[in-house]
């Protein structure tokens, strides 16, 4: 092989290299991007943020084994690897590469040897950091005061300066000055007042300024030099001439409205500054809780500590006696937020903290709710479900109680929407939901199961059967029927037993042939037993009817058989009229042809039966046709 081959050989297995990490480096982009998605959504031990985080460690440890380091660069809205865009999003409200760039950051380097921890610090740090308002976080910040190991990162010097110029001239500008210009700043100014002139009213104008008080005449938005200084005063006006100047402008907008000006009504501008006004101050059980927060913090003595939890305990036990749920709320979400504070330098806080979010979901704050529930308090109910919701599956059965005793549709809207997530999640969950003593919410969860796959919610359905409500079972038996499966099929057969007639019988009209001809077999013989004989004219029809719909060989011919059988018995009989039903469900040539010979029948209750199913399958055929 000549040395022009061997080079290029080496450039082909290098461009294949490049193409290789590129490819991977945008799955591993992408995978980063989900998870800081997830990891916004969803908290962090749920199975979505934890199936995220695991998917992206896999990843990038894998391109670290593989290449030693991940250089990622940075534009406004993109992010690039070896040159090649890899990402893009250019919605900044969302964007990640814009979340790194807007900080200054242009190249962060991810190097072998990162372990889980130090991946997982550094996805928490992106989480924080874009979880907050953007002229609040600092991610380039962040990562310095973290100072992760195997990270690297460049920001330009020049990024940074202007960054601290800007935030000391918006500092400056909030308190009403100005940064002194640089070449300004090391010079005397020599000031000189004409006391005479002072009190004039009047001021003369330099050249350049009048000729840039002219444009601004001329001009809507006149555009003035960097180095325009307004420091002239205005002449004195009249009092009537300013008041003709405001009446003209207001005409003048009245007349010519901007279309993007919002125009609010007296009354709307006052329920609008009634909001602000309450945006603005919180409430005294606000104010108190961030007290205490504070002082649980700081608090040194162990003793006093627990003086103080139980004084919140105390402060929680009377909001719930008073149907104010929402301190309830704050306080819980404000004891969970205190834990990782306290966790590291004050780590025998932590069981104190958790024995009081556990004695919130007892069964003594849920007897106060309860209590308050059986008098008919009027009660916020948004507030009680967010309350109650908060704790999950333990409120379950509390939540299910109270969906049984407050007929109140936005409440029970919400307790049904979180029974259908948990059903999604974990089908399982479906008889702890089923109960006669709660026919409206079992109602309701037969209704979400009609809707989940059916192979994960159908063996769920057996439950129903236990239940002695019928018009609960009715309705398990109709859902059952709207799916197309044999699991469905083997638990109507369950309620073909049932004590109930009319249960049996729904259960019945509701099977469905679904190609089982071991099943179809064993139904054809249960007829000649001593269980069938007990059953009603009509559900013994019904039978018949499932066998005709099959329209299965073995079917017809069974059908034939008893319908020609010969005898006088009255069983024998009701037997035979079942047949018709059965031939008239099948309702091919031959079971027509074979009803036709029926006519001539000795036995006239069959003869009527035949007659009637003739007639009503002309009619059909007819429609058909």
């Known amino acids: 092989m000549t040395p022009e081959d061997k080079t290029s050989e080496r450039a082909t297995e290098e461009r294949e290299v490049d193409s290789q990490a590129i490819l991977k480096a945008k799955e591993l982009i992408l995978a980063l991007a ?11 031990h749920h199975a979505s943020a934890v199936h995220f985080r695991q998917d992206f460690i896999s990843k990038l440890k894998s391109f670290l084994d593989d ?18 865009q890899i990402y893009q999003d250019e919605i900044s409200s969302k964007s990640l590469p814009f979340f790194f760039y807007k900080d200054g950051l242009r190249l962060l380097v991810l190097y072998q040897g990162m372990d889980d921890q130090e991946i997982n610090e550094l996805l928490d740090l992106i989480r924080q950091e874009s979880a907050k308002p953007a002229e609040e976080s600092d991610f380039v910040n ?18 940074i300066e202007s960054r601290i110029l800007e935030e000391r001239a918006e500092t400056l500008s909030k308190k009403g000055l100005q940064i002194i210009p640089q070449e300004l700043a090391n010079q005397v100014v020599d000031i000189k007042v004409d006391r005479e002139k002072l009190f004039s009213g009047q001021i003369e104008l330099k050249p350049e300024e009048r000729q840039a008080l002219e444009k601004f005449k001329e001009d ?10 307004q420091t002239m005063n205005f002449i004195e006006t009249t009092k009537s001439e300013a008041e003709a100047d405001e009446s003209e402008t207001q005409k003048k907008a009245q007349q010519t409205p901007s279309s993007d000006m919002l125009i609010l009504s007296s009354e709307d501008q006052e329920t609008l500054q009634r909001l602000i006004e309450k945006n603005r101050h919180l409430s005294p059980e606000e104010e108190f809780l961030n007290l205490m927060m504070e002082i649980l913090a700081l608090e040194n003595d ?23 749920f929402k301190i309830p709320i704050i306080m819980d979400r404000k004891i969970r937020d205190l834990k990782p504070i306290v966790a590291a330098d004050q780590p025998d806080k932590i069981p104190l903290l958790e024995d009081f979010l556990a004695s919130s979901s007892s069964l003594k704050i849920l007897d106060e709710i309860r209590k308050l529930v059986d008098q008919k308090v009027e009660l916020n109910y948004e507030a009680l479900y967010d309350y109650l919701s908060q704790f999950g599956e333990t409120a379950l059965p509390f939540l299910a109680e109270l969906f049984e005793k407050i007929d109140q549709p936005d409440f029970r809207a919400k307790i049904k929407n ?6 999604e999640e974990t089908p399982q969950l479906a ?29 769920q359905f057996s439950t129903f059967i236990t239940l002695s409500n019928q018009a609960l079972k009715l309705k398990a038996i109709e859902a059952l029927s709207s799916f197309n499966e044999e699991m469905a099929n083997k638990i109507l057969l369950g309620f073909m037993n049932d004590p109930d007639s009319q249960v049996r019988l729904k259960a019945t009209t509701s099977l469905k042939f679904l190609g089982d001809t071991t099943r179809l077999q064993q139904l054809m013989k249960d007829i000649f037993t001593p269980q069938f004989r007990k059953k009603s004219f009509e559900e013994k029809k019904a039978l018949f009817e499932f066998i005709g719909r099959t329209r299965r060989a073995e079917a017809f011919s069974f059908l034939k058989k008893v319908f020609l059988k010969k005898s006088f018995r009255p069983s024998i009989t009701e037997l035979r009229v079942c047949a018709v039903a059965g031939l008239e469900a099948m309702g091919t040539k031959d079971a027509v042809d074979l009803l036709r010979r029926g006519e001539r029948f000795l036995r006239r209750r069959v003869r009527e039966a035949v007659a009637e199913a003739l007639v009503r399958l002309t009619i059909k055929n007819s429609k058909e046709q």
Do not use: C
């Open 220 to 229: 809507d938005l006149p555009e003035l030099p960097e180095t325009w200084q």
């Open 34 to 44: 989900n998870t800081i998605s997830a990891l916004k959504i969803f908290p962090a």
């Open 418 to 423: 979180h029974v259908r997530q948990k059903l």
């Open 142 to 159: 962040a990562l310095w005061l973290k100072d992760l190991p195997n990270v690297q990162y460049y920001a330009p010097e020049e990024f």
């Open 431 to 459: 008889p702890a939901f089923i109960d006669d003593l709660k026919p409206a919410l079992t109602e309701a969860v037969i209704e979400i199961m009609s809707t989940l796959p059916a192979k994960k919610i159908i063996p």
């Open 67 to 84: 290449y030693q380091k991940f250089e990622l660069e940075i534009g406004e809205f993109a992010f690039f690897f070896q040159g090649k």
């Open 302 to 324: 162990l003793e006093q500590f627990k003086t103080n939890l139980n004084i919140l305990r105390d402060f929680y036990q009377e909001n719930i006696k008073s149907g104010n």
